[in-house]
Structures are given as C-alpha cells and as structure tokens.
C-alpha cells in the first residue's frame, strides 16, 4: 500500500465521520422540534389575574390536544387533558412511581371499551402554580402510554376557557 492509498483512505474515513456526525446533529436538533410540537406546554407559564387568581395558560399541540406538564405528589408527569373522562387516569405503569394508595377497583367505559380500574385518590396535583389537594383518580392496567388523563374530577376544581389554539385555566 502506497502512502497516497493510506491518506486517501484517512480522508474517506474523515468524510464518513463529518457526514455521521452532521447526520447525529441534525436528529438532535429536529427531535427538539418535534418534541415542542408534541408537547408545547412543558415550561408553563403562571400569572395573577388581575382579581388575584392563578391562571395557567397552555397551547394546542399539532394534534389538537392539550399536554400540560405537572406534578402529582411532588413527582413530574405529562398531563394530557381530557374533559370526557370523569376522573384522573393514570397508567398502572406510573402508579407505583407515584406513591398511590389503592382502594378497589370498579369496572369503567372508556374509548378503548370496558376495564376494571383501581381506585386512588391523589394527595397533591399541580399545574403551574395551580395546586389540587385530595384528588379523586384512578389506576387504569389498560393504558401503556406515559401520559397521565387529566380528567374531571381535576378539572372541575378551575375554570377553564379556550380561545384559538390556546386553554386557560384559572383557580376559583
């Protein structure tokens, strides 16, 4: 092998990696896109109304959706909001996580059909500076994603107005 054979070589390697390397950034910069797209909501901003009530407010996600993050128990979460699911859902896969006591369970109806779910009750739930005491909730074994239903038995604890592509919630 020649010494032009052996840096010709040397320089295809280089070639390789800068083209693998941009590749790498390129990923890296457009997952951060998409992620903000999914979920818009993850550094939530809180205000004081002008009455003195805490207002949150959230932006629709490409799909339609409000994602909203929080915490239950002093434990972050995502929050996907639902105003037709009665109470607080949360997959059986983050309950333990959470720290949920477990009270029974009962059958429900949900959009993916009929299941048995266990009863909890949330001690501590917040959304920006909105803060849920004794929340009712439960454990439902049929959902595999990662985001927790913010159903009614939340949401009826604040007001909340959708203007646009943007939802406000507000403390009482």
Do not use: C
Not at 73 to 86: I, P
Not at 87 to 112: C, D, E, F, K
Not at 116 to 138: M, S
């Amino acid at each position: 092998m020649t010494e032009q054979d052996a840096t010709n070589k040397i320089g295809k390697g280089f070639v390789w990696l800068a083209w693998i390397l941009a590749l790498a950034l390129l990923v890296y910069i457009f997952q951060g896109v998409l992620d903000k797209q999914y979920n818009p909501n993850t550094n939530l901003a809180s205000s004081i109304n002008g009455r003195g009530k805490t207002e949150v407010h959230l932006q629709q996600n490409r799909q339609g959706h409000y994602l909203a993050q929080g915490t239950i128990n002093d434990h972050s979460v995502t929050f996907l909001l639902d105003t037709g699911a009665t109470q607080v859902s949360i997959p059986q896969h983050l309950a333990q996580t959470l720290s949920l006591p477990r009270y029974g369970s009962y059958r429900v109806q949900t959009a993916n059909g009929s299941v048995n779910v266990i009863e909890t009750r949330i001690e501590q739930l917040t959304i920006g500076n909105i803060l849920l005491n004794d929340v009712a909730a439960h454990i439902n074994p049929g959902m595999k994603s990662n985001e927790i239903l913010l159903g009614m038995s939340a949401l009826k604890r604040v007001e909340f107005s959708q203007k646009g592509k943007q939802l406000t919630l507000k403390t009482y």
